[in-house]
Protein backbone atom coordinates (compact mmCIF):
# COMPACT_ATOMS: atom_id res chain seq x y z
CA UNK A 1 0.00 0.00 0.00
CA UNK A 2 1.39 4.30 -1.10
CA UNK A 3 1.69 6.49 1.73
CA UNK A 4 -0.40 9.02 1.97
CA UNK A 5 0.73 12.32 -0.27
CA UNK A 6 2.43 14.96 1.90
CA UNK A 7 1.58 18.79 1.34
CA UNK A 8 4.22 20.88 0.47
CA UNK A 9 3.36 24.43 0.43
CA UNK A 10 5.46 27.00 -1.33
CA UNK A 11 5.69 30.41 0.62
CA UNK A 12 6.57 34.07 -0.68
CA UNK A 13 9.65 35.04 1.31
CA UNK A 14 9.78 32.50 3.48
CA UNK A 15 10.44 28.82 4.22
CA UNK A 16 9.02 25.76 2.65
CA UNK A 17 6.33 23.89 4.69
CA UNK A 18 5.74 20.13 4.80
CA UNK A 19 3.13 18.49 6.42
CA UNK A 20 4.18 15.38 8.48
CA UNK A 21 6.80 13.75 9.76
CA UNK A 22 9.50 14.07 7.27
CA UNK A 23 13.27 12.94 6.36
CA UNK A 24 15.62 15.35 4.68
CA UNK A 25 18.47 14.12 3.13
CA UNK A 26 21.31 17.06 2.82
CA UNK A 27 23.56 17.85 0.38
CA UNK A 28 26.44 15.26 2.03
CA UNK A 29 24.50 12.32 1.79
CA UNK A 30 23.27 12.66 5.93
CA UNK A 31 19.42 12.06 6.94
CA UNK A 32 18.02 14.07 9.15
CA UNK A 33 14.09 14.13 10.49
CA UNK A 34 11.25 16.21 11.85
CA UNK A 35 8.57 14.32 13.45
CA UNK A 36 6.33 17.55 14.04
CA UNK A 37 2.98 18.18 12.38
CA UNK A 38 4.45 20.37 9.98
CA UNK A 39 8.05 21.11 9.65
CA UNK A 40 9.45 24.79 7.82
CA UNK A 41 12.44 23.92 5.41
CA UNK A 42 14.72 27.28 5.56
CA UNK A 43 14.70 28.77 1.46
CA UNK A 44 16.34 31.74 2.11
CA UNK A 45 19.84 30.11 3.73
CA UNK A 46 20.07 32.31 6.43
CA UNK A 47 18.90 29.71 8.81
CA UNK A 48 21.53 28.68 11.46
CA UNK A 49 19.39 25.58 12.07
CA UNK A 50 19.68 24.06 8.76
CA UNK A 51 18.29 22.84 6.81
CA UNK A 52 15.20 23.81 9.38
CA UNK A 53 13.41 27.47 9.25
CA UNK A 54 14.86 29.40 12.21
CA UNK A 55 13.18 32.69 10.62
CA UNK A 56 16.33 34.30 9.96
CA UNK A 57 13.93 35.89 6.39
CA UNK A 58 12.26 37.97 9.04
CA UNK A 59 15.22 40.13 10.40
CA UNK A 60 17.10 40.58 7.13
CA UNK A 61 16.45 42.46 3.61
CA UNK A 62 17.94 40.19 0.99
CA UNK A 63 19.94 42.12 -1.86
CA UNK A 64 19.82 41.58 -5.42
CA UNK A 65 22.79 39.94 -6.48
CA UNK A 66 23.83 43.16 -8.82
CA UNK A 67 23.73 45.74 -5.94
CA UNK A 68 26.48 46.85 -4.39
CA UNK A 69 26.72 46.47 -0.80
CA UNK A 70 28.63 49.68 -0.39
CA UNK A 71 26.93 52.10 -1.64
CA UNK A 72 23.61 51.26 0.53
CA UNK A 73 25.72 52.23 3.78
CA UNK A 74 24.80 55.60 5.44
CA UNK A 75 27.24 58.18 4.38
CA UNK A 76 28.27 61.20 7.20
CA UNK A 77 26.34 64.50 6.58
CA UNK A 78 29.52 67.00 6.74
Known amino acids: MRDAAREVVLTDEGPLLVSGPVE ?3 PDG ?3 RSDRPVTALCMCRRSRRQPFCDTSHR ?3 RHDEGEDRAQQKPTDAR
Open 59 to 61: RKV
Open 30 to 32: RRV
Open 24 to 26: VVL
